[in-house]
């Protein structure tokens, strides 16, 4: 029902910043939860962000709270991820995600809860 596509992500020095977008096709957006999630080469799928469907609710990962910011225009079906002060333990692959029903708020933090996922976008971060 929906299509993910993120973009944004690239090579960026320890410090530095950097802006992922995630453009939502359909008429629905706003019906959907939506999330960020990231994989590092070796390890599972980490939570990083979640936003609710008016985007007055946000949720952060510990590893990143304070340095990320997630956002949503749900005029443009999209969703964004703010990273500053990166780290090189930020790298890895992001990807966008679009919930379906939620029953409560730990739901942000549960991969399986989101139905839809954007193929991901590099983000490499140097030392």
């Known amino acids: 029902q929906v299509q993910l596509v993120e973009s944004g992500g690239g090579l960026v020095q320890a410090g530095g910043s950097l802006r992922l977008s995630c453009t939502a096709s359909?008429?629905?957006?706003?019906?959907?939860?939506m999330g960020w999630f990231r994989q590092a080469p070796g390890k599972d799928l980490e939570f990083v962000a979640g936003?609710?469907?008016?985007?007055?609710?946000?949720y952060y990962a510990e590893s990143v709270k304070g340095r990320f910011t997630i956002s949503r225009d749900n005029a443009k079906n999209r969703v964004y991820l703010q990273m500053n002060s990166l780290k090189p333990e930020d790298t890895a692959v992001y990807y966008c995600?679009?919930?379906?029903?939620?029953?409560?708020?730990?739901?942000?933090?549960?991969?399986?809860?989101?139905?839809?996922w954007g193929q991901g976008t590099q983000v490499t971060v140097s030392s």
């Open positions: 995600a679009a919930g379906g029903t939620f029953f409560s708020a730990n739901d942000y933090y549960r991969s399986r809860a989101y139905g839809y």
């Open positions: 359909g008429r629905t957006f706003s019906s959907y939860a």
């Open positions: 936003i609710s469907r008016s985007g007055g609710s946000t």
